[in-house]
T-cell receptor, first 120, second 115 residues
Framework: DTGVSQNPRHKITKRGQNVTFRCDPISEHNRLYWYRQTLGQGPEFLTYFQNEAQLEKSRLLSDRFSAERPKGSFSTLEIQRTEQGDSAMYLCASSLGPLEAREGLNTEAFFGQGTRLTVV | QQPVQSPQAVILREGEDAVINCSSS?????VHWYRQKHGEAPVFLMI?????EQKGHDKISASFNEKKQQSSLYLTASQLSYSGTYFCGTEAPSRPGAAGNKLTFGGGTRVLVKP
């Protein structure tokens, strides 16, 4: 296993276009997180999954953002009608989480290299 | 709500020590520490679970005070390779009765170790 893989690594798009990013987590990991990071800031939580269930979506996200993890394996993050403020690094992380979602996480989260989005 | 880290930045000479603090307003299940170098993904350092334990990673150690909802990262005898931005990630339910516990990161502490 080569770790968490994200595609594409870079994406330049025109304002108003839709974009979709893909994350392939480490194969046995049941938790998958999406974060957004801008220069000089920490990773900002967007959403996370336990297997195929999306447990939480940040209130900071507008309805233009949607994420799926249809079979509990890879995940996609779609941004519709992109705006210049969406320009950022989008990071995916995965972890071997507890069997029950409410239980604490006691294993590390592995990050992918991210997808850098530039909206022009 | 994201944890608060302090200081925001620190400059060290090689061999000096530093402490980075992470505070949360919520009761925590765990605290994770990561280091990120410019242009790279965050890399895991250590995780601390409830129980006030302390852990170490080479000459980097951390403690977790569950009652105070605080964690501290200790950089001892710093090396040039310690330069980077350090993030704490806290795991807590976003609200009572939430389906799960999300991992939320602080704003980071930039560390520069000079020769």
């Amino acid at each position: 296993d080569t770790g968490v893989s994200q595609n594409p690594r870079h994406k330049i798009t025109k304002r108003g276009q839709n974009v979709t990013f893909r994350c392939d987590p480490i194969s046995e990991h049941n938790r998958l997180y999406w974060y957004r990071q801008t220069l000089g800031q920490g990773p900002e939580f967007l959403t996370y999954f336990q297997n195929e269930a999306q447990l939480e979506k940040s209130r900071l996200l507008s309805d233009r953002f949607s994420a799926e993890r249809p079979k509990g394996s890879f995940s996609t993050l779609e941004i519709q009608r992109t705006e210049q403020g969406d320009s950022a690094m989008y990071l995916c992380a995965s972890s071997l989480g507890p069997l029950e979602a409410r239980e604490g996480l006691n294993t590390e989260a592995f990050f992918g290299q991210g997808t850098r989005l530039t909206v022009v | 709500q994201q944890p608060v880290q302090s200081p925001q930045a620190v400059i060290l000479r090689e061999g000096e020590d530093a402490v980075i603090n992470c505070s949360s307003s919520k009761a925590l299940y765990s605290v994770h520490w990561y280091r990120q170098k410019h242009g790279e993904a965050p890399v895991f350092l250590m995780i601390l679970l409830k129980g006030g334990e302390q852990k170490g990673h080479d000459k980097i150690s951390a403690s977790f005070n569950e009652k105070k909802q605080q964690s501290s990262l200790y950089l001892t005898a710093s090396q040039l390779s310690y330069s980077g931005t350090y993030f704490c990630g806290t795991e807590a339910p976003s609200r009572p009765g939430a389906a799960g516990n999300k991992l939320t990161f602080g704003g980071g502490t930039r560390v520069l170790v000079k020769p």
